[in-house]
């Protein structure tokens, strides 16, 4: 399940950042950007659960991604999608801490979608 939602939270704003950029464009041509969000938003939802994810997520979201690539992007729902994400950096801010997801929150903000 939060495989699931890494991948769409990354590719989904990886892909809003490059207007018109499906599912395929980000893993062909953004595989950078979408490698450094996937692994941000790992950490923080590894370390917000307690969990520990296999080896290998990367490849196993961007083969999926392989799979859908004609797949648009955009940021939606973002309640339940990015903003769980978000939500995590709010917290930890709010407790004078550092953001556990920096990469995630400067692209929102770069949106405008907070």
Partial sequence: MLEKLIWICAFMLVGARHPGATVGVVEKEYRSEVSALIAELAVAAAAEKGIVFEEGIEERLCAYSRAVAHFP?????????????????EKAIA??????????????????IV
């Fill in 73 to 89: 992007t955009a940021v939606k729902e973002f309640k339940w999608r990015n903003g769980w994400f978000y939500s995590l950096s």
């Fill in 95 to 112: 407790q004078g801490k550092q953001d556990p997801c920096p990469l995630h929150t400067a692209w929102l903000k770069e949106l405008k």
